[in-house]
């Protein structure tokens, strides 16, 4: 069934708010801001949010849901590698240059820190989804190990996309982008 034009405002809304915070962070952009990135007015806006926080949370929401599709995606490929295709396509120069568009961990984790409870268990709960998914191709053989390993693998990414887009110098990038993949691929133990 198609989205009505209702539900295709509250994404477009949604969808910039979640660019306007990893671009400019969350007190980097206000109400009007989002609206006009969304090519709606203010007043749509609180048609269908009552807060700039209200919006955030869904966009934390959206952002972490779009991680969940990915890795349930790249996990459910036959090729036995994926994890390792995978770490070098979230650490490419495409995604690591795309800093409005790029994955919520890395992208919204900083401003989430800052936000309410209620932000917070939203990041959490589909956070705890992510790490279900990738926990089984870890390398450990206790599910324990395994969940330390997941956590220190996204840690790794999300953590090293942040230092590769705060750094200009293209051969520091370079040797980041490489001690981020080497790390990355130790934990998950692939080639």
């Not at 917070?120 to 390398?139: D, G, N, S, W």
Request: charged share 30%.
């Amino acid at each position: 069934m198609a989205e009505s034009k209702r539900e295709q405002t509250r994404q477009k809304i949604v969808n910039a708010t979640g660019r306007g915070v990893m671009k400019h962070g969350y007190g980097g952009i206000g109400v009007d801001g989002i609206a006009k990135d969304a090519g709606v007015t203010s007043g749509a806006f609180y048609g269908h949010f009552s807060s700039k926080s209200e919006a955030f949370e869904s966009s934390v929401s959206a952002g972490m849901e779009a991680l969940i599709d990915g890795l349930t995606e790249w996990s459910s490929r036959e090729e036995k590698k994926w994890l390792s295709k995978f770490i070098g396509w979230y650490l490419s120069d495409e995604r690591l240059n795309d800093l409005d568009n790029g994955c919520a961990l890395p992208g919204l984790s900083v401003d989430v820190s800052r936000a309410d409870d209620s932000v917070k268990l939203v990041y959490e709960t589909k956070l705890q989804r992510a790490i279900e998914i990738l926990e089984p191709f870890m390398k450990s053989k206790t599910k324990a190990m395994r969940y330390s390993e997941t956590i220190g693998l996204l840690a790794i990414l999300a953590g090293g996309v942040v230092i590769v887009r705060a750094v200009n110098d293209k051969d520091i990038r370079t040797k980041i982008v490489k001690g981020i993949i080497r790390q990355s691929k130790m934990i998950a133990e692939v080639s």
